[in-house]
């Protein structure tokens, strides 16, 4: 009655939450009073079923789970590993075979990557290969206890991981890729990092597989393979990482299925079966205390030579704890009785053993851990948290060989690049995430094509200056060639005689035998969307190239080989994890986005926002009009409106200023001279650029065009040489009718003088005059030219009619006035219009993402990818205060100081914040205090421009109060 009522109080236990813990196999006083509880209470059977580790999986439907559960029953199962399935299957499977067994099962599984490795609908870690480029063995750790976190959620106890094989024999068929490497120390501290990770988290670690599985060149899967090294080849390499990771307290150990003739000599013996191994050596010799398992016994290295039942037996003999995965558990059970009573086995030992398997529960928290909550599993197994965290272990991993200056890419617009990836059929990722930031030409081709098909890819890839190739499909096993082939090779040999070229292996590093090192390499391991939008940003100088080939390939390519290059130099894409920012806020923004359009403030919008250089933030919202037809897509361009005035006037005259050319101090009349005799004769630059030179806010310059709504003889329907400049479809103007405004803004009046701030657009008709007389150039070219190609913006511009199709255009007004139509891919501002479309205070249409670009280049005080277009001290003086009475910067607006008014931001952005908004319902505005980019675009103004919900709705500051708010949680 006793032992019903313990077994009573350890199921009770399990209904009890489990405190987070970390594993440890130490003996307490309160392991041993369970441990104790327990073990006075089991029979013999019992004890021998705690011995056994039975295959479980979540895929093989009813049968397979009566199978289990009669297991579990009739032979009181120590632990189940599990295989192939999915998590919210296994749950519940665990959650059956936990309620029937009389004693906690403890449940293993192989996660050397994660769940993944045998779940779906889970998370893949990089294998331990990739991890081995790592440099900060921090990482490893924090993959390890995320690992860990998942483990324990899923009820999972053991990790059949790390393995601490050195992979020193390229043709490893088996351990390969799951080995960090062929470097005994970089092995071993990775091993040791993952193991503390694992352990931290609560789950306990098995080192795998004793004593080293690294240099075979057959798989013990199928067949027994043989180690042919000396004791002490063993003890200085393979053994090392063994030695090192029970030194810093590894919970388990695997024993290989391997045939080491100078550790025992008996024919054909593997090492799971061997007492020289397992009890003189790793025992004895090597001091470990934990658990040893054996490799799967259904596996070919031991069955070959050997019987169900027989090899049970030979095990416990050797001196493993664990049986894992027994062919046969009935004629293991029986042969183990057998043994027992014929004294081959004592009773001792196997009391031993069932201590430290029941040690090992208490210290996984088997003797208070409750079944597995069902509810939001999915979710918990899948965060954003952790998918940064496996972002970071990507970048990381890149290695860099023979870069000889290639990357980061600088001078962007003196380059026509391609992309070619090989073994692809359609544009990746890789190609993808390029697009951010150069416009280039894109090919695929598959991995054996047609001599014609080379031959006609090299006649158009040689007009490149550039081709950056990458190889996919590719493969981890040396027997294929790493899924190198005949036809890739010739490809690249090909390519590099007639172009620069640079070379991405998203496979083995073992690959780069089949390549020299004329050329820059990049080595990123695995071929997934991570891995390809890092090799993207690291070409772009976005992130820091800091991997070490984990092996050596060739005597060209040897371990340890990598070369750091520093990031940091364009915007880089990335999630609010990075930057510890709650994706709750995120939501948030998201909502009050949802709402505008829901109430019509505008009917879509882009939103983006970046600190630190990253963008973790861009989203499109709603449609290009009410009729929502056409989505807004992240490369669609709004009509940026006023700000222009910050992102093409402001610019140059700021690169004018630099070289001696203007003086903000000066008179405008000192560089337009038909200001001479006029009442504008002593207005300063810097007062007109700062809104406070008595200029009238605007003109109505259309107004004096039309008469009765009929347009008077300055325009045409068609356009030809007279009327040359585009105001909307079927509608041309003189092509010096800018002369004509320009004299009217001369005529008109000023207010009396009292720098009083007035907003006002006029002041950039003249700095557009100014402008294009000292760069000799239009400004739209000028602007382009000198800052949005070297910078690698391909939306921003004036134009866009001449460069993009219409359907990407986002229209703005219905206007029944001037135009008569519905205004799209046309500037909105009808001053501008009456320009051509180009004007100093209005006509840039942009992205957001270009947009962010241009404000980062800014926050980097005038440098961007590498190149400066401001000299140190520029960007500060335009973009601060000028007067006290007066927020505004030279150009750029500034945060409301005053409290109690309504300013352009938010009440959290700080004085240092410089942007400007504009009328067609635009924003951005930067803040080197926080180092921040707020990017918001809308077309508000369609169909009506009257239509100021967005405005009176403070839709675009309270998005932006949000974004300040994350930031604060962070700090």
Aim: proline letters at 4%.
């Amino acid at each position: 009655m006793l032992r019903y009522l313990v077994l009573s109080v350890i199921l009770l236990l399990f209904t009890v939450t489990g405190r987070c813990q970390h594993y440890s196999l130490t003996v307490s006083e309160n392991s041993n009073v369970w441990v104790d509880s327990v073990f006075n209470t089991m029979t013999i059977d019992e004890k021998i079923g705690q011995l056994l580790m039975v295959a479980a999986y979540s895929n093989k439907g009813e049968s397979h789970v009566k199978e289990v559960s009669s297991l579990i029953e009739k032979h009181h199962l120590g632990g189940l590993i599990f295989f192939q399935g999915g998590p919210l299957r296994q749950a519940k499977q665990i959650n059956l075979y936990q309620s029937i067994s009389e004693i906690p099962l403890l449940i293993a599984m192989d996660a050397e990557w994660g769940l993944s490795m045998r779940l779906d609908s889970t998370m893949m870690f990089p294998y331990q290969m990739t991890l081995g480029s790592i440099q900060d063995d921090q990482m490893i750790y924090k993959m390890g206890k995320e690992i860990a976190r998942q483990c324990k959620r899923l009820g999972i106890h053991v990790n059949f991981a790390p393995v601490i094989d050195i992979n020193n024999n390229p043709n490893n068929p088996v351990i390969g890729y799951r080995a960090f490497g062929e470097n005994k120390y970089n092995v071993t501290q990775k091993g040791i990092a993952y193991i503390k990770g694992l352990q931290d988290g609560g789950v306990m670690a098995v080192g795998k597989h004793f004593p080293g599985h690294g240099d075979t060149d057959t798989d013990s899967h199928h067949t027994l393979p043989v180690i042919k090294h000396s004791k002490r080849r063993l003890k200085e390499v393979e053994l090392y990482p063994f030695k090192n990771a029970i030194e810093n307290g590894v919970g388990g150990i695997m024993i290989a299925h391997l045939n080491i003739p100078s550790l025992d000599k008996s024919d054909n013996k593997p090492a799971t079966l061997s007492y020289s191994i397992i009890n003189n050596l790793l025992k004895e010799k090597m001091e470990f205390k934990g658990l040893i398992f054996t490799d799967a016994l259904n596996m070919k290295g031991v069955t070959a030579n050997y019987r169900s039942g027989e090899i049970e037996v030979k095990a416990l003999i050797a001196g493993n704890d664990v049986l894992l995965f027994p062919e046969n558990v009935a004629k293991a059970v029986k042969s183990i009785k057998k043994a027992l009573d014929e004294g081959i086995i004592s009773n001792s030992d196997i009391d031993t053993r069932v201590k430290k398997i029941l040690t090992a529960k208490f210290g996984v928290g088997l003797h208070e851990k409750k079944l597995i909550e069902l509810d939001n599993l999915y979710n918990d197994l899948n965060t954003t948290e952790t998918e940064w965290l496996k972002q970071q272990l990507h970048e990381q991993s890149i290695v860099m060989l023979n870069n000889k200056g290639a990357l980061p890419l600088k001078m962007i617009d003196t380059l026509a690049i391609s992309t070619l990836a090989v073994g692809e059929d359609s544009i990746n990722d890789l190609q993808s995430v390029m697009t951010k930031y150069i416009s280039c030409n894109h090919y695929q081709i598959s991995k054996t094509p047609t001599p014609k098909q080379i031959q006609e890819l090299l006649l158009e890839l040689q007009r490149s200056d550039l081709v950056i190739i990458s190889l996919h499909d590719l493969s981890k096993y040396a027997s294929k060639g790493f899924g190198i082939t005949p036809e890739t090779k010739s490809l690249i040999n090909a390519l590099k005689g007639k172009t620069n070229i640079i070379l991405t292996i998203f496979g083995s590093p073992y690959s780069l035998k089949y390549f020299d090192n004329s050329y820059p390499i990049l080595v990123a391991h695995e071929d997934n969307s991570l891995a390809q939008k890092a090799v993207a940003e690291v070409i772009f100088g976005a992130i820091s190239i800091s991997g070490k080939l984990p092996v050596s390939a060739s005597k060209e390519f040897r371990e340890g080989a990598g070369e750091f290059i520093e990031g940091a130099m364009r915007l880089k894409y990335t999630s609010a994890d990075e930057l510890g920012i709650a994706q709750a806020y995120l939501l948030k923004i998201d909502s009050i986005a949802n709402y505008a359009i829901e109430k019509k403030a505008t009917p879509g919008c882009q939103i983006l926002v970046a600190k630190d250089g990253k963008v973790f933030y861009q989203k499109s919202f709603g449609h290009h009009t009410y009729e929502r037809v056409k989505p807004v897509k992240n490369t669609d361009l709004y009509d940026l409106a006023s700000i222009t005035k910050i992102a093409a006037t402001v610019p140059t005259l700021m690169q004018l200023y630099d070289l001696g050319l203007l003086d903000v101090d000066k008179p405008l009349a000192e560089y337009l001279q038909d200001l001479d005799g006029t009442n504008k004769r002593k207005m300063k630059i810097r007062h007109i650029l700062t809104h406070q030179a008595g200029l009238k806010s605007w003109i109505p310059f259309w107004t004096s065009t039309v008469s009765d709504g009929n347009y008077l003889d300055m325009y045409n329907t068609i356009q030809n040489k007279e009327f040359s400049l585009r105001v909307a479809d079927s509608l041309y103007i003189k092509e010096g009718y800018g002369n004509t405004i320009l004299q009217e803004i001369i005529d008109s009046k000023v207010k009396r003088w009292r720098k009083e701030y007035l907003y006002s657009d006029l002041g950039f008709y003249m700095f557009k005059k100014i402008s294009e007389d000292m760069i000799r150039s239009p400004l739209n070219e000028y602007v382009s030219g000198t800052f949005y190609k070297p910078m690698g913006m391909q939306t921003m511009g004036y134009l866009p009619r001449n460069s993009f199709s219409i359907d990407r255009l986002i229209p703005t007004e219905n206007d029944k006035f001037y135009r008569k139509q519905l205004v799209q891919g046309d500037v909105h501002d009808p001053g501008a219009a009456m320009l051509g479309g180009v004007g100093g205070h209005a006509g840039l249409f942009s992205n957001s993402n270009d947009l962010a670009i241009y404000m980062q280049m800014l926050l980097n005080k005038g440098e961007y990818g590498g190149e400066t277009f401001f000299k140190e001290g520029t960007v500060d003086e335009f973009t601060k205060q000028q007067f006290l009475d007066n927020r505004r910067g030279m150009g750029f607006d500034k945060a409301e100081s005053d409290p109690e008014a309504n300013g352009p931001t938010c009440k959290s952005a700080s004085p240092f914040a410089f942007g400007h908004s504009g009328f067609t319902g635009t924003c951005v505005w930067a803040d080197p205090k926080y180092n921040l980019i707020y990017v918001f675009l809308s077309n508000r103004v369609h169909p009506d421009a009257s239509d100021y919900k967005l405005i009176h709705m403070n839709i675009r500051t309270d998005i932006m109060q949000v974004i300040y708010d994350a930031l604060e949680e962070v700090k």
